[in-house]
T-cell receptor
Framework: AQSVTQPDIHITVSEGASLELRCNYS??????LFWYVQSPGQGLQLLLK??????LVQGIKGFEAEFKRSQSSFNLRKPSVHWSDAAEYFC?????????????FGKGTRLSVIA | DGGITQSPKYLFRKEGQNVTLSCEQN?????MYWYRQDPGQGLRLIYY???????QKGDIAEGYSVSREKKESFPLTVTSAQKNPTAFYLC?????????????????FGPGTRLTVL
């Protein structure tokens, strides 16, 4: 069975600083990996996803993530954080091989941005 | 506009009452999902349906029921048997790899319903 660990519950960064949110997954085969963002009281919005190919994937809002199979990681990065990036971020893993199987989500990392 | 709608946005329930949360999608997706979100707990799967007239229990199905009579709709009923129903409920849908363009099993989420038990 798949599992996801987001080691950081809460991160605070200064506006303009770089950001890295960590995600470690457990899955025997090649995983399908996702990052979602959630603003307070809202649904989840897809930031980016990895299925195969280039291990560095680009997403919306200037985010990128790198899949490292040897480390079972899929960390999310942004070179310069904006105040509007303050939100909760969820990493998720899917099996994908059988189609339409539920994703397994991490518990999330809350990002605060200070001036 | 294609998307997923959930209603109502806020719902209040008295102890002992059943309530039904609505989820509708016009994305022509086959699969739909219900998640429960509590602070610090991430998303926990309640039920999912891969096709009309079929659904499977998730990790925390006790006290909940669903139906999938139409492809577009996947309502969730929170029954009186659910001991702690106050939470944020999220509905999602997805399309399988072999039918999607450039994506696979990507789940798209509705805006959520916040249920509070009084």
């Amino acid at each position: 069975a798949q599992s996801v660990t987001q080691p950081d519950i809460h991160i605070t960064v200064s506006e303009g600083a770089s950001l890295e949110l960590r995600c470690n997954y457990s899955y025997g085969a090649t995983p399908y990996l996702f990052w979602y963002v959630q603003s307070p009281g809202q649904g989840l919005q897809l930031l980016l996803k990895y299925f195969s190919g280039d291990t560095l994937v680009q997403g919306i809002k200037g985010f990128e993530a790198e899949f490292k199979r040897s480390q079972s990681s899929f960390n999310l990065r942004k070179p310069s954080v904006h105040w509007s990036d303050a939100a909760e971020y969820f990493c998720a893993v899917g099996a994908g091989d059988s189609g339409n199987t539920p994703l397994v989500f991490g518990k999330g990392t809350r990002l605060s941005v200070i001036a | 506009d294609g998307g997923i709608t959930q209603s109502p946005k806020y719902l209040f329930r008295k102890e002992g009452q059943n309530v039904t949360l609505s989820c509708e999608q016009n994305l022509n997706h086959d699969a739909m999902y219900w998640y429960r979100q509590d602070p610090g707990q991430g998303l926990r799967l309640i039920y999912y349906s891969q096709i009309v007239n079929d659904f499977q229990k998730g990790d925390i199905a006790e006290g909940y029921s669903v139906s999938r009579e139409k492809k577009e709709s996947f309502p969730l009923t929170v029954t009186s048997a659910q001991k702690n129903p106050t939470a944020f409920y999220l509905c999602a849908s997805s399309m399988p790899t072999w039918r999607s363009l450039g994506g696979t099993d990507t789940q798209y989420f509705g805006p959520g319903t916040r249920l509070t038990v009084l």
